[in-house]
């Protein structure tokens, strides 16, 4: 990785346990970095551990073992009020958009800010300016179930972006997306990784989503990393997990190709 990371997980474990069920390790001694900058997909098949892991990133999951840095700081160590103030810096968006039907798409955008009691008109203006630039500036006074799948998950683009974070976590985004839709969704991440700097980290099943926005891909099973791949040169999966999910690509698009080296 030549980028320095933003994001430094070390030996991070996560067990659910559940009254009349077996205990279920979701994450097992996980050790990740994420450069900063980059795009970084975690891949796998459902049950592999992909969102607790994401979610570990903003300690939404507290891990039951190991450490989480960001920026330089260990998450794992802060109390609860300095950590809510870290997560403005890393934002989230979801696969069932996660918005308030009963708030206009600008209410619903400038929530964070709310909760941050930034000043009324200040957070207006920042929410008016955001929705800009995902092009939903007609949309502002809408509720949500005017929208289309489509702007309902670039209102929650807008929301995540308002507190201006340094990292934007993915799960699942385009999932409950049409193809068409779906690239489009991509195409306005990927504008977002570049003009402004923002590290962004996927998580996803679909070879598609890794294809078209992932500088790196971290690929999972069974609440561990299988492998690791740097995208933009020839990559040769070993983990059979990794060689089915990469067996499904049909026409890679940025410059890597898999081989059997």
């Not at 009349?20 to 994450?27: M, N, S």
Request: hydrophobic fraction near 40%; glycine fraction near 8%; charge should be neutral.
């Amino acid at each position: 990785m030549t980028a320095e990371p933003i994001v430094s997980l070390s030996n991070v474990t996560k067990t659910y346990h559940q009254r009349g069920q077996d205990e279920l390790t979701a994450l097992d001694d996980v050790s990740l970095q994420i450069g900063r900058g980059t795009v970084h997909g975690i891949a796998g098949f459902s049950g592999a551990g992909k969102s607790t892991l994401l979610r570990s990133i903003n300690l939404l999951e507290r891990p039951d073992r190991g450490t989480v840095v960001v920026n330089g700081e260990d998450l794992t160590a802060l109390p609860e009020r300095t950590l809510r103030q870290r997560r403005r810096n890393v934002g989230m968006i979801f696969q069932e958009f996660n918005l308030l039907a009963n708030r206009t798409v600008v209410e619903n955008v400038e929530l964070p800010l709310r909760l941050a009691k930034v000043d009324k008109k200040a957070r207006r203006e920042r929410a008016l300016a955001t929705l800009a630039s995902v092009g939903l500036t007609e949309k502002a006074q809408s509720y949500p179930e005017r929208l289309s799948g489509g702007q309902k998950q670039r209102v929650g683009i807008a929301r995540a972006l308002v507190t201006a974070p340094d990292i934007l976590l993915c799960d699942e985004a385009t999932s409950a997306l049409d193809p068409r839709t779906t690239d489009g969704i991509l195409e306005l991440l990927a504008g977002i990784n570049q003009e402004r700097g923002i590290t962004v980290v996927v998580v996803t099943h679909e070879v598609h989503v890794i294809n078209a926005l992932c500088d790196r891909i971290s690929v999972m099973e069974s609440g561990r990393i299988a492998e690791n791949f740097e995208l933009g040169t020839p990559i040769a999966p070993r983990s059979p997990i990794a060689r089915y999910l990469f067996g499904l690509a049909d026409r890679p698009s940025r410059g890597w190709e898999v081989t059997d080296a």
